[in-house]
């Protein structure tokens, strides 16, 4: 995020950023005492605690402002009962995180003094808010100084003071802050931090998040009632059938974001270049290579409206594939993933079909991507990508818990290779495979005929697992979608415990896979 006018740029901050960070403190606070200015190794802690939610603004070469953020469980124990800091933040180290939580902790905001009046905190927060979003928590809470009340001390009570300043009759620069972030004072606490300015009084503030989805956050569980890590994927059965505007198919996109996020899904998987419907707009004499390029130049209107969706019902979208040209002029296959808060990233088709290659002119990608996620760490692999084990066990070695597979097939036999292939990853990797493909046909349009799928959900083969290693399917050729819950945890402890261990198992003296370049990882809020 960039303030062009103020040459503002927001971002996670890093280890190599802490003194900066540091600086900023004391700064913002030089009416803090030594004592209570945090040491280097505790921002350390904070930051390897939950990456995400440190944010920093810098200008002019500084740190010229921080937010820190934690998410926790909290619970609601009435109007008498305050969380202190140490509670919430373990001690000031960010212990107390915890990714299934429900709350996100605002723990310290600053701007420095001469920096302020440039929207920095306000841009902080926006942060901060797409955390909500993306990690789908009921709100945001945090306490607040109000340094200039000791003005007023005696004049007036605290919370005739926090009125006003609500009102807008007297001015408070934190208070302030807060409110225009969004914040509501739920009361006025004394003695709950030590701040001499603020006559050890300060503010219990909260946030809703007004999109919180509460069915979507009981799946993926509160840890301290429900101790289980899960997601729900939606798989989708796109059917081919002939359209005449590009409305048509948003409709349908649209249908099928509307039905996951209706069954409070975390994932939605669409299939394999489903955007080839579009070869409808078209004019039908075009020759193959011709009709796939006038696809691709489709692919930033398709980015915008799934970006869009994606953010609109908080989901992840793994958006299946388009056709996309780099400038060198080579034509890939590339499959995009969606996060709620308006985050894209890609990954390339690595493996490129006889009829990709010949018929279509498409080039293969050269880069394995892992996605760490707020709900999962996940990983797509494009159709026939998934009938190379090598790829996939190197995912799986990196970390993957779920692979998703957007396919398209033309007949059975085609299917059934890519399925026993995703089948046969599930099983020797100890992950979950998501399959999602097309199905119907566009029989008046000869680069894209007919098509045969059926989503499915495969997990490992053990005694945790279905007995026949399917979490779901789908009935075939139909437009329809499968849901499933997958237990991560399950997941995670079978690869240790299981009847059979193969990624420990493997024999090291005897043969070795070294993948050539390394899997780049992708950090999604």
């Given at each position: 995020?960039?303030?062009?006018?103020?040459?503002?740029v927001?971002?996670?901050?890093?280890?190599e950023?802490i003194p900066?960070?540091?600086?900023?403190h004391?700064a913002?606070?030089?009416?803090?005492?030594p004592?209570?200015?945090f040491?280097?190794?505790?921002?350390?802690?904070?930051?390897?605690?939950?990456?995400e939610?440190?944010?920093?603004?810098e200008?002019d070469g500084?740190?010229?402002?921080?937010?820190?953020?934690l998410?926790?469980?909290?619970?609601d124990?009435?109007?008498?009962?305050?969380y202190?800091?140490?509670?919430?933040?373990?001690?000031y180290?960010?212990?107390?995180h915890e990714?299934?939580?429900?709350?996100?902790?605002?723990?310290?905001?600053?701007?420095?003094?001469?920096y302020r009046?440039?929207?920095?905190?306000?841009?902080?927060?926006e942060?901060r808010?797409?955390?909500?979003?993306?990690?789908?928590?009921r709100?945001?809470?945090?306490?607040?100084?109000?340094?200039?009340?000791s003005?007023?001390a005696?004049?007036?009570?605290?919370?005739?003071?926090v009125?006003?300043?609500?009102?807008?009759e007297?001015?408070?620069y934190?208070?302030?802050a807060?409110?225009r972030?969004?914040y509501?004072v739920?009361?006025v606490l004394?003695d709950?931090m030590a701040?001499e300015?603020?006559?050890n009084?300060?503010?219990?503030?909260?946030m809703?998040?007004?999109s919180?989805d509460p069915?979507?956050?009981m799946?993926?569980?509160?840890?301290l009632?429900?101790p289980?890590?899960s997601i729900?994927?939606?798989?989708?059965?796109?059917?081919m059938?002939r359209i005449?505007?590009w409305?048509?198919?948003?409709?349908?996109?649209?249908f099928?974001v509307f039905?996951a996020?209706?069954?409070?899904?975390?994932?939605?998987?669409?299939?394999?270049?489903?955007?080839?419907?579009?070869?409808?707009?078209?004019?039908?004499d075009?020759?193959?290579r011709?009709?796939?390029?006038?696809?691709?130049k489709m692919k930033?209107?398709?980015?915008?409206?799934?970006?869009?969706?994606?953010?609109?019902n908080?989901?992840?979208?793994?958006?299946?594939s388009?056709?996309?040209?780099?400038e060198?002029?080579?034509l890939?296959?590339?499959?995009?993933?969606?996060?709620?808060?308006?985050?894209?990233?890609?990954?390339?088709?690595?493996h490129?079909?006889?009829?990709?290659?010949?018929?279509w002119?498409?080039s293969p990608g050269d880069?394995?991507k892992?996605?760490?996620?707020?709900?999962a760490?996940?990983?797509i692999?494009?159709?026939?990508?998934?009938?190379?084990?090598?790829?996939s066990?190197?995912?799986?070695?990196?970390?993957?818990?779920v692979?998703?597979v957007p396919?398209?097939?033309?007949?059975?036999?085609?299917?059934?290779r890519?399925?026993?292939?995703?089948?046969?990853?599930?099983?020797?990797?100890?992950?979950?495979v998501?399959m999602?493909?097309?199905v119907?046909?566009?029989?008046?349009?000869?680069?894209y005929?007919?098509?045969?799928?059926q989503?499915?959900?495969f997990?490992?083969?053990?005694f945790?697992?279905?007995?026949?290693?399917?979490a779901g399917?789908?009935?075939?050729?139909?437009?329809?979608v499968?849901?499933?819950?997958l237990d991560?945890?399950?997941?995670a402890?079978q690869?240790?415990?299981?009847?059979?261990?193969?990624l420990?198992a493997?024999?090291?003296?005897?043969?070795r896979?070294?993948?050539?370049k390394p899997?780049?990882r992708?950090r999604f809020?």
């Amino acid at each position: 995020m960039k303030n062009d006018k103020d040459s503002i740029v927001v971002r996670n901050w890093t280890l190599e950023d802490i003194p900066g960070v540091m600086a900023c403190h004391e700064a913002a606070y030089p009416d803090y005492s030594p004592e209570e200015v945090f040491d280097e190794r505790l921002h350390e802690l904070q930051m390897t605690a939950f990456p995400e939610g440190q944010f920093l603004a810098e200008a002019d070469g500084k740190v010229v402002g921080y937010a820190t953020s934690l998410i926790v469980q909290l619970d609601d124990l009435g109007e008498k009962h305050v969380y202190t800091y140490s509670e919430i933040t373990g001690g000031y180290t960010f212990s107390t995180h915890e990714p299934s939580g429900d709350t996100l902790y605002g723990a310290d905001i600053a701007v420095r003094p001469d920096y302020r009046g440039r929207r920095i905190a306000a841009l902080l927060y926006e942060k901060r808010k797409g955390l909500l979003g993306s990690y789908n928590l009921r709100r945001m809470v945090a306490y607040g100084r109000i340094p200039q009340y000791s003005e007023f001390a005696g004049r007036m009570t605290p919370e005739e003071f926090v009125a006003k300043v609500t009102a807008g009759e007297l001015k408070d620069y934190a208070l302030l802050a807060h409110l225009r972030a969004g914040y509501e004072v739920k009361r006025v606490l004394f003695d709950f931090m030590a701040d001499e300015s603020s006559m050890n009084y300060s503010t219990y503030l909260e946030m809703p998040n007004p999109s919180f989805d509460p069915a979507r956050r009981m799946i993926a569980a509160a840890p301290l009632r429900r101790p289980v890590r899960s997601i729900r994927v939606c798989a989708a059965q796109w059917e081919m059938r002939r359209i005449h505007t590009w409305e048509e198919f948003e409709s349908t996109v649209k249908f099928f974001v509307f039905t996951a996020s209706s069954y409070h899904s975390h994932f939605l998987v669409m299939p394999e270049l489903f955007t080839a419907q579009l070869f409808c707009l078209m004019p039908q004499d075009l020759s193959t290579r011709k009709a796939i390029r006038e696809l691709a130049k489709m692919k930033d209107r398709y980015v915008d409206l799934m970006r869009f969706l994606a953010k609109d019902n908080g989901l992840y979208i793994v958006g299946g594939s388009i056709p996309v040209e780099s400038e060198d002029g080579k034509l890939k296959n590339v499959g995009f993933l969606f996060g709620p808060d308006g985050q894209v990233d890609f990954q390339e088709k690595l493996h490129v079909t006889p009829t990709d290659a010949y018929e279509w002119g498409m080039s293969p990608g050269d880069c394995l991507k892992i996605f760490d996620t707020s709900m999962a760490r996940v990983a797509i692999q494009l159709s026939y990508d998934v009938e190379f084990p090598e790829a996939s066990r190197l995912l799986a070695l990196a970390g993957a818990e779920v692979i998703f597979v957007p396919y398209s097939t033309d007949e059975k036999k085609a299917y059934n290779r890519v399925r026993f292939c995703a089948q046969a990853r599930a099983t020797e990797n100890y992950v979950y495979v998501v399959m999602a493909g097309n199905v119907g046909n566009l029989p008046t349009y000869e680069n894209y005929l007919i098509n045969y799928g059926q989503a499915a959900v495969f997990t490992p083969s053990d005694f945790a697992f279905p007995v026949d290693a399917i979490a779901g399917e789908a009935d075939p050729n139909a437009e329809t979608v499968v849901i499933c819950d997958l237990d991560l945890n399950t997941l995670a402890m079978q690869r240790d415990v299981g009847t059979v261990r193969p990624l420990g198992a493997r024999r090291g003296d005897l043969y070795r896979l070294k993948a050539q370049k390394p899997i780049k990882r992708v950090r999604f809020s």
